[in-house]
Structures are given as C-alpha cells and as structure tokens.
C-alpha cells in the first residue's frame, strides 16, 4: 500500500512539474494574449517619484571594464521615453517610490518598462516589493529559455518562455504585475506597497555568475553585454492602482500650532509656533515613513522633494500631527 501511494505521489508530482516546465506564457506585443502595456494607456495613474540606483559592473566576468555609466536615477522619473533610461549593469538595481503607495486592486497593479527595440531582443530583472522599504518580496518568477547554449551578446529571447521577469516587452510597452501573486506574505502589506525594486538579471549560463528563477532554472538572456549601456535600462514603472488613503491621522489636540509657511515653497524654511515647549519634531511623508527628526522649532525644506508631508511635534504631555504640503 505505501509503495502504492509512494508511485502517485511521485507521478502527481512529475505532472506537476511536466506542466510548470510546459506553460506557455503571454506573447509579444500584438498578438493575442500578450499583457504588454502601452505607455499612454489611461490604466496608468501614476509613475516614479524617486529613485536610488545602484549600478552593477558592465560584464562580471571582467571587472575591470568597471560599472556601467548611462543615465541616471532621474530618467526613471515620469512617463516612458521623457527622459531617456538608466542602464543597471550586470545585477545592478534600483529602487523607486511613488507619490501614493501602490495597492492591490482588480488585475495587475503596475507594470516596468525596459526600451528593448524588437520583440526578442530582451534583456530581464527581477522585481521586489516592500511596504516598509526594509522587507523586499520578489515575484515567483519562470524562465523556460534553453540554458544549453548561451544567448550571446544580440542574441534573441521567446516572450512566451518568460513570466514575472521585467522586460519581457520591446520599449513603449509596460510589463505588469499583480500584487494578488503576493498575498499572505507576513512581510508586506499588499495594499500599501511603497518601494518597487528592480534587479538586473546576470544571463550568463555559467553556474559561476549565473541567476536563477523561482523554480532554480538557470535564467538565460543576452549575455555578456560589456557596454556603458549593459544590462536592464529602466526607463520607468507605471502605477495602475494606487491608495490615496493611507497616511497618518491629523491630530487637533493643540489648536494653538501653526506652521508657517504652509503651503510652503521648497527650499524655504518652515516655522513651528506652539504653546507648549517642544520636545522633539518628527517629519513623515505620506506613506508614513519617517524621514527626520529635531528639536528645533524650524526646518529646512531643501533636502524635501514637493508633495504631501506630517509634521508631528511631541511635548512632555502629548504629541500633535499637522499635514504640510510643500510645492
């Protein structure tokens, strides 16, 4: 009986695996089926506010070529093709936010735009998401591109062999994700997704530099590609659902504070007047995050980029919350 059970089990389990192996993914642009995202479409709500990028080498196999040096953190800000694109390099990465945090909503959330200039020519990242810009989830991601042969240096990839990987479509076209994939992750809320962080994807199918996917297949894309412009271009994340509701509460305990200016200008100093002594001033942007704090009763806007922010100030008896919109 148990060898008996022992035998389904392993068939249940090589069906399994035949038909993850066999799955036939969304194809290019065009063609019925595919989920590429035009960039102009009204889906899109919203794009990149801010980015931190951290390059990677032209080729790992040879260091010495140092890092790639095309763009920068500004061209990811904003709409595909406005500014140009930043190259990544090989495991190079980036991390971007946004005005409001990106939420779980009806079908996929946001999709990353790579400027590929054919339908084959793909080069791939990886792609995490964090509600507290500590902990990053990545997407379950699958690879079905033959790993035999190197794709070489211009060499061709099949949309159809590719999921969960940014840069699966040419330039223009977005590649969308949905945070549902994501649920159940004790360390992400999925309806406040405030980082999204791409990582360049190393195609080599040398074991020694090679990435893997989410079922550990080698992932085989053009490679190397020892260029300042080497590895994943970002050109920019479009948001599709966003959550314009999270933020932290406003408090009127103290109706005797002002700041001034506010709205204020950026660059210019903001005044705390207050009844009471102050004991320390914390300053949060709209996803909650904090960004400051002091104990002085003015700060400096220089160092703030425009957009909503909450200025809470703590005294020995209670704290008050103030909203502050800088432009």
């Known amino acids: 009986m148990y060898n008996n059970l022992f035998f389904k089990i392993v068939l249940l389990l090589s069906v399994i695996s035949l038909n993850v192996k066999a799955q036939p993914y969304p194809p290019i642009v065009g063609q019925p089926g595919t989920t590429a995202m035009y960039k102009d479409s009204t889906a899109f709500v919203n794009w990149v506010t801010n980015c931190n990028v951290i390059r990677g080498l032209q080729d790992v196999s040879t260091p010495t070529l140092g890092l790639t040096n095309v763009g920068d953190s500004s061209m990811v800000i904003g709409p595909p093709l406005l500014n140009g694109v930043v190259s990544l390099g090989d495991g190079g990465s980036a991390i971007c936010t946004f005005q409001y945090p990106i939420k779980n909503g009806i079908g996929n959330d946001f999709a990353v735009f790579e400027n590929s200039f054919d339908d084959t020519f793909l080069e791939l990242a990886f792609v995490e998401v964090s509600s507290d810009g500590v902990n990053f989830v990545r997407f379950p991601s699958h690879s079905l591109t033959d790993t035999t042969l190197q794709t070489n240096t211009f060499g061709t990839t099949d949309a159809t062999k590719i999921n969960n990987l940014a840069g699966k479509y040419r330039g223009s076209y977005g590649t969308p994700f949905d945070l549902q994939e994501l649920a159940g992750n004790t360390n992400l809320n999925i309806n406040a997704i405030t980082h999204v962080k791409i990582i360049d994807v190393v195609g080599s199918v040398n074991k020694q530099y090679a990435k893997r996917d989410s079922y550990n297949n080698m992932i085989n894309d053009p490679w190397p590609t020892p260029f300042p412009n080497g590895g ?60 400051l704090t002091t104990k002085e009763n003015f700060i400096s806007t220089s160092e703030l980029t425009e957009g909503i922010y909450f200025i809470e100030i703590n005294s020995f008896k209670n704290s008050v919350t103030k909203k502050l919109l800088i432009k």
């Open 232 to 291: 994943f271009d970002l050109d920019a994340i479009g948001v599709i659902n966003q959550n314009t509701s999270v933020g932290l509460k406003e408090n009127n305990l103290d109706e005797n504070l002002y700041l001034y200016p506010n709205p204020i200008n950026k660059g210019e100093s903001l005044l705390l007047s207050t009844s009471k002594d102050i004991l320390f001033v914390s300053v949060y942007n709209f996803s909650g995050q904090k960004i």
